[in-house]
């Protein structure tokens, strides 16, 4: 019984950086489906831009409001809490940098100037209001929600990207 073989594809006769678009036959792109995001259009690609819009504009405002609240009186009252709140307005300014950074590796170039015009548009509306009594716990809100949304758009579905 004869075995059948299948062909190879022929090989690309130029290498194409990763970072390339190329347009599918169906309109979609190659990139956005080696990411696993679908279609160009597709709702799973939608859905994470949705996500990385609202991180970035969570983490600006979490590190905003920290910087700003330096007087004693826009402080927790508690020392754990401080600590808490220092670390997280840290981490939220890095991972917002972070994400700005990965955001031009791994998102349109556009995407990532949107988030960052949003982000210092959301901090401009924070200075018109003024400082409030409850900007630690906002802030703190801010930071949890945006280093969440922050995590799962780097780890969660799709977090294989490099792969293949």
Not at 9 to 22: D, I, L, N, S, Y
Not at 47 to 56: C, N, R, S, T, V
Request: charged fraction near 15%; glycine fraction near 12%.
């Amino acid at each position: 019984m004869p075995v059948a073989v299948q062909a190879r594809a022929p090989a690309t006769a130029a290498f194409t950086a990763p970072w390339v678009k190329r347009a599918t036959p169906d309109g979609g792109c190659r990139m956005a489906e080696r990411r696993g995001l679908g279609k160009r259009h597709g709702t799973r690609y939608r859905h994470f831009m949705e996500i990385y819009l609202p991180a970035l504009m969570l983490l600006s405002g979490s590190a905003f409001i920290h910087s700003r609240s330096n007087v004693p009186e826009l402080r927790p009252s508690s020392e754990g809490a401080d600590l808490f709140w220092r670390l997280l307005g840290k981490l939220a300014f890095f991972l917002w940098i972070g994400m700005l950074i990965w955001g031009v590796y791994m998102r349109p170039l556009h995407h990532v100037a949107l988030g960052f015009g949003l982000s210092l548009l959301f901090n401009v509306f924070l200075i018109i209001r003024g400082p409030k009594p409850f900007w630690p716990a906002l802030s703190m809100l801010m930071g949890v929600l945006g280093v969440g949304l922050s995590v799962y758009l780097i780890l969660g579905p799709g977090a294989e990207l490099g792969a293949g």
